[in-house]
């Protein structure tokens, strides 16, 4: 078995018991559209495999809502399913993701976001390292 990195080890095993691992990067998307809600249970949210990778089969975690689940990406949309009995996502409003592999997380980003509390702390230029090999 190849050894995973640390972030896809807390996103596989952390809720199987193993709470040595937390993972800090998050992602934040917005709902751009709700109209399925009603009939199918599928909201679409702006971050899709360009900006988040499922890996090894694992798709992004809702941490915002815990009821709705990731069904799917494409290039630039994620699609969550919302079960019967949870709350209605609406038009316009943030969730917040856990990837599930950091590298291609940060692949395609030129900025990544040092957030505490609800505020930025710091921001990290990530120029250097897209598309380049040093």
């Keep these: ?20 691992f937390k993972s800090c990067m998050k992602i934040m998307a917005q709902v751009v559209s ?6 199918t249970g599928r909201v679409c949210a ?6 988040t990778f499922d890996s090894f089969g694992m798709l992004p975690k809702v ?3 815990p009821l709705i689940k990731v069904d799917s990406l494409n290039a630039e949309h994620t699609i969550l ?15 917040m993701l856990q990837p599930v592999y950091s590298d291609s997380t940060l692949f395609l980003h030129r900025v990544a976001y040092g957030v505490r509390n609800g505020k930025v702390e710091t921001v990290f230029d990530m120029s250097a390292s897209v598309g380049r090999v040093q």
């Design 1 to 20: 078995m190849l050894p995973l990195p640390r972030h896809r080890y807390e996103t596989a095993f952390g809720n199987a018991g193993n709470t040595d």
């Design 81 to 95: 399913d919302v079960p019967d009995g949870a709350p209605p996502l609406q038009l316009g409003e943030r969730i």
């Design 34 to 39: 709700v109209a399925q809600q009603g009939t």
């Design 63 to 65: 941490l915002s809502h």
């Design 46 to 51: 702006d971050a899709g495999f360009k900006t």
